[in-house]
T-cell receptor, first 116, second 110 residues
């Protein structure tokens, strides 16, 4: 049973560049959420995708965008990178049941992004 | 004010000790509460959910006080393998977005 997989594991970009991170949810899950974890901080919710639409969004600028594909996998795109975007980006998947999301989140290993 | 606040520690305790972590949350409408564990350079993993009646899982006991908007985690008979960062997590009603505290770093010393 494959868990949540993310790629790449590490990435180094320059200020102003754009980056795309990828995530495949745990088998059987249909919802993908993205979190940003800066060093020494807890993860911060970026947004959640379900049925290929953004359903909820945290307090992140429009430079952060995403997409969900028919196979439930997802991408996180960040444009015009800033030094402050350096962080661990975590993808989490879950299953929507009974009109809500009651199943626990399963996290991937994350992508460590460094912006120089 | 942050959604979830917790003491970042670090807590350094000897093996066999009992240690308690606390956190507070700001949204009184929150309905789901969890403790996650995160090892160094790894992803967070669910340790246990927290229920109003309190719940226990082996050496771990979680408590929720809705009136005070306060959550606690007690670890008894600490093991070296308990060394990790413990994240207090709160979720609004019907939502799947989690609000994490900054985490409390625990080191269990031989």
């Amino acid at each position: 049973d494959a868990g949540v997989t993310q790629s790449p594991t590490h990435l180094i970009k320059t200020r102003g560049q754009q980056v795309t991170l990828r995530c495949s949810p745990k088998s059987g899950h249909d919802t993908v959420s993205w979190y940003q974890q800066a060093l020494g901080q807890g993860p911060q919710f970026i947004f959640q995708y379900y049925e290929e639409e953004e359903r909820q969004r945290g307090n992140f600028p429009d430079r952060f965008s995403g997409h969900q594909f028919p196979n439930y996998s997802s991408e996180l795109n960040v444009n015009a990178l800033l030094l402050g975007d350096s962080a661990l980006y975590l993808c989490a998947s879950s299953l929507r049941t009974g009109g809500g999301w009651n199943s626990p989140l399963h996290f991937g290993n994350g992508t460590r992004l460094t912006v120089t | 004010r942050k959604e979830v606040e917790q003491d970042p520690g670090p807590f350094n305790v000897p093996e066999g000790a009992t240690v308690a972590f606390n956190c507070t949350y700001s949204n009184s409408a929150s309905q789901s509460f969890f403790w996650y564990r995160q090892d160094c350079r790894k992803e967070p993993k669910l340790l246990m959910s927290v229920y109003s009646s309190g719940n226990e899982d082996g050496r771990f006991t979680a408590q929720l006080n809705r009136a005070s908007q306060y959550i606690s985690l007690l670890i008894r008979d600490s093991k070296l393998s308990d060394s990790a960062t413990y994240l207090c997590v709160v979720s609004p009603t019907g939502a799947n977005n989690l609000f994490f505290g900054t985490g409390t770093r625990l080191t269990v010393i031989p």
